[in-house]
């Protein structure tokens, strides 16, 4: 049966050729469409490490002439910065970051650590960062006063970085090599477990925290400060925090921001290419679809004789119901399996490392039955119309 | 003769309504797409009020800046570049600094705003032609001695105002206070050079820092004389480039940039990658119509495959017309006349259904100020893309036609 279906795609295998090279077109894009999908989902419900209600983000733009080189006079001005925070019994507490939640820009660092190469974000915070932000720390201790005095630099790494350079052993207390910067010595105090400051829709990666100190000309001062405020704390609050911390600086601006309206941009942003790509994808669709129905029209209309010959020998209007939504079935997979011979090839060549193989499956898999589906669809009005073939009207065509 | 093939080509439609109404629908609908971009390219690149002196401007949008330790940073120009050395040139008319719009926070009855601010000089008001609403523009002399004063748009002058006249009163951005000059109506914000919600001079920031920025945040716009100065516009910027010194000459090597459009910017941003400042625009021009025919080209294929089974019901028709003598050339236009004819109705459903689509992206807000109109270059865009569609998906069918044989086709032999 199969095999007689074959024979018949075979027979129109020139205008059959240009819809499989459609399918085959549309399926490449359906995948890449339904895998980003998958992936935002399956990153969507994993825990995101921190609480962002009810903390807001101060921008400081220092108007300076260049962002690497700072003065002890904008260290001293942040740090009055800081204290100004204090005064307000709105901000249950505050803390200072080179990056923060939702925002653009961040640290990026490559460290080869035993010949292998380990990525992480990294991220210059305050003492005061876990308490704002609800970090869940789940082993040794976070940054506080008693680091002052140490000769060593400490850092505090997420789980996901912990797996990756100590395996299953306790990373705490233990140095933390090679380093950027040569002839430092720096260990791990303390491991949370996660920190995306990306949000949602980004997946897992590693993360460390150094420490930043506000009173210390040495350390940059941080270009973000986050503050929690109480519940209820509205849009004068802000007005007067504003001009408070114009006041304290003149020649800054700041840029004054909940984490939750900062959230609503970044998902954003991260949904027009999955928006974009799906509109393209339903064009596609909709001219596969639109092919489809030509297609199977002419094959009806060209057939008649054939068709009504079934007919005269008894061949029932399910029958040629069921072969020519089996001819479809027959083309769709070949412009399937010549598209899954491709889709295939990226796990395998590992040229997708973000997305897990089981996301990229599940992408694949909602491809094929979004492609079928439609195809089926497609095919219903031009079969209904071979079955209305009368037997005696085809064969009197002669 | 004309009327005649419109007369059968109109019943042949009329046949198989079904299937006509499939045709129609590809075709509408892939022009509705290709309309909608043209008209968003052509909001954000066509002259659109107060960018109306397109033929005399040109910009400098992005420069290229080559650091001693093989790096580089691309981005806006910054402020001694464009001050030393584009403001000194000879040849324009007119030349004006101004920054990139910033987002900033305006607080108006216990609500927070955020607002776009963009620093100019006295002569972006003469470059570009704004329609003052009221008052009018921030002169020379203000940005000299760094008055407070602001133009505003429409949008924010209801906003602090509600409808009361808003010129010579204060209002407060970004923790500044400035006096109103002037009310321009509301500029979309695809507008690169013109786009705002506030305008104020370029003295009033609140740092000099970014007199001695070396990463910078400005741009330039540039005024000739006359449409024939643009190519000596700028071949004299060349020229000046290569005398450029640098403040941080340990840090800084070469500055590559060019006068240009905003078209030609982009393009040269994508696809000026070795280090000169050559016009990429035709580039540019290319990908976009290669991907335009490419999206055509589907719904093409699905067309031309309709028209084939059209054709096959007809093959009697057909039959008898070659055996009464009509020559293959005949038929072949009559079937293009009538292909042509599907996709000007299928143009005409998707024009009509183009300017609903505007309309009610023009309502619904979602790009900024965003104020799309029908034009006769969107049209003509249109009208170009329906034809060479109709031509496209007709000719093929129409040769296949002709080369049947009239006994075959009398006989009702299939192709």
Sequence with gaps: MIKHLFKLVWNRKRSNLLLMFEIFFSFIV???????????????????????????????????????????????????????????????????????????????????????????????????????????LLAGRWFDQTDDASNWKPVVINQRLSRELFGHDDPIGRPFE????????????????????????????????????????????????????????????EERLAARLQAVAREWSFEIRPLTRMREVAMKLRLVPVILLGLIAAFLMIMVGLGLVGVLWQ??????????????????????????????????????????????????????????????????????????????????????????????QALHYE | MLKNYLKIAIKVLLRRKFFTLISLFGISFTLVVLMLVSALLDHAFGPLPPEVRTDRTLGIYTVRMLLTNNFERTGPAPYWFLDRYVRTLATPERVSLYSTQRSVAAYVAGEKHSLFLKRTDGEFWNILDFQFLEGGPFTAADEREANFVAVINQATAELFFKGQPAVGRTIAVDGQRFRVAGVVPNVPIFRVTSFADVWVPLSTAKSNGYLRESTGSFLALLLARHPGDLPKIKEELQTTLARVEFPDAREYSRVITAAETLFESVARGLFGSDRDARNYAGYLLGLLLGLAVLFMLLPAINLINLNVSRILERASEIGVRKAFGASSGTLVGQFVVENVLLTLIGGAIGFVASLFLLNALTGSGLIQYAHFQMNYRIFLYGLAAALFFGLFSGVYPAWKMSRLHPVDALRGQSL
């Design chain 1, 178 to 237: 090679p380093w950027s910067s040569p002839g430092e010595e720096v260990r791990v105090i303390g491991v949370i477990s996660d920190f995306r400051r990306d949000g949602e829709f980004v997946g897992p990666g590693n993360y460390l925290f150094e420490r930043k100190r506000l009173d210390d000309p040495r350390h940059r001062p941080p270009a973000n400060l986050l503050i929690k405020v109480r519940p209820g704390t509205n849009v004068t609050f």
């Design chain 1, 30 to 136: 359906l995948v890449a469409v339904m895998t980003l999908a998958a992936y935002y989902q399956d990153n969507y419900r994993r825990p995101l490490g921190f609480v962002y209600e009810s903390v807001w983000n101060i921008g400081i733009d220092m108007n300076a002439a260049t962002n690497d080189v700072w003065s002890a006079e904008m260290v001293s001005t942040t740090q009055q910065l800081f204290l100004a925070l204090q005064d307000f019994p709105e901000i249950e507490s505050a803390c200072g970051a080179l990056s923060t939640p939702y925002g653009l820009g961040a640290r990026q660092s490559v460290n080869e650590f035993k010949g292998r190469r380990v990525e992480m974000e990294v991220n210059e915070v305050t003492d005061t960062f876990l308490q704002t932000l609800n970090l869940q």
């Design chain 1, 299 to 392: 094959n009806v209309t060209q057939r008649t004789k054939e068709i009504g010959l079934r007919r005269a020998k008894g061949a029932t209007a399910a029958a040629i119901h069921q072969q020519i939504l089996g001819e479809t079935l027959v083309l769709t997979s070949l412009g399937v399996v010549l598209g899954l011979i491709l889709v295939v090839q990226f796990p395998l060549l590992d040229l997708i490392s973000s997305v897990s193989v089981t996301v990229y499956a599940r992408g694949v898999l909602l491809a094929l039955l979004v492609l079928y589906g439609l195809t089926l669809a497609a095919s219903l009005y031009p079969s209904w119309l071979a079955t209305k073939v009368r037997p005696a």
